[in-house]
């Protein structure tokens, strides 16, 4: 494998690092109860963003594209963009049976729309190098909904306290904000919105 590496391989495994590190910090703050812990989950989220911008960029300058690198960064981005937000709204207090199912969907929305866009990039980019547009919205674009739970984290609005408090809804709890990574996930994996990729 190493002598199939590239350097942009590296940052994609960085990114993957980045959003394995965010999944600890969560499981720390269940643990201790310590908000920090949320905002370093946010933290190596941002990090893993970094260096999920910087691969694409070290692997046009060095012209090193292979389908080993686009797996990779596949599924480092289900890791970064997809697992570890979800952990992290869990961990904020979307906890009740209806957030964990619509958070199950987020992620597993996020896994359909990399394969998906893994079986379709040589369609998408109308034989070029490079991809003209996206179908969905791309998954790194949860870094939003990760900022809006570091804010919360940071302004206390977490656990019982969390914008737009908690329902009964039969047998399980169900906490509004979570509708927001249902209709993220939905985005990702919608074939009518078309994003035009810098």
């Known amino acids: 494998m190493l002598r199939e ?6 940052f994609t495994l960085a990114n993957a690092g980045g959003g394995t590190a965010a999944i600890f910090a969560v499981m720390t703050y269940l643990r201790t109860g310590r908000p920090m812990f949320l905002v370093l989950a946010a933290g190596a989220i941002g990090l893993a963003f970094v260096f999920d911008f910087m691969d694409g960029r ?3 300058v060095r012209q090193t594209h292979s389908v080993m690198g686009r797996e990779l960064d596949s599924l480092s981005d289900v890791i970064s963009f997809g697992a570890a937000p979800a952990a992290m709204a869990f961990g904020a207090g979307l906890d ?3 957030d964990q199912l619509i958070l199950i969907y987020f992620v597993g929305c996020g896994v359909a729309r990399l394969a998906r866009f893994n079986v379709t990039a040589e369609a998408l980019s109308a034989g070029g190098a490079k991809v003209k547009y996206f179908e969905g919205t791309p998954i790194p674009s949860s870094i939003l909904l990760v900022g809006m739970l570091t804010v919360a984290a940071l302004r206390s609005r977490i656990g019982p306290a969390i914008w737009g408090g908690v329902h009964d809804l039969g047998p399980w709890r169900f906490h509004p904000l ?15 919105l078309r994003i035009p990729k810098l």
């Open 5 to 10: 590496l590239h350097l942009a391989d590296v």
């Open 96 to 98: 009740g049976g209806w």
């Open 58 to 60: 070290v692997a046009r």
């Open 178 to 192: 979570t509708l927001l990574f249902g209709l993220s996930g939905s985005l990702m994996i919608s074939k009518t």
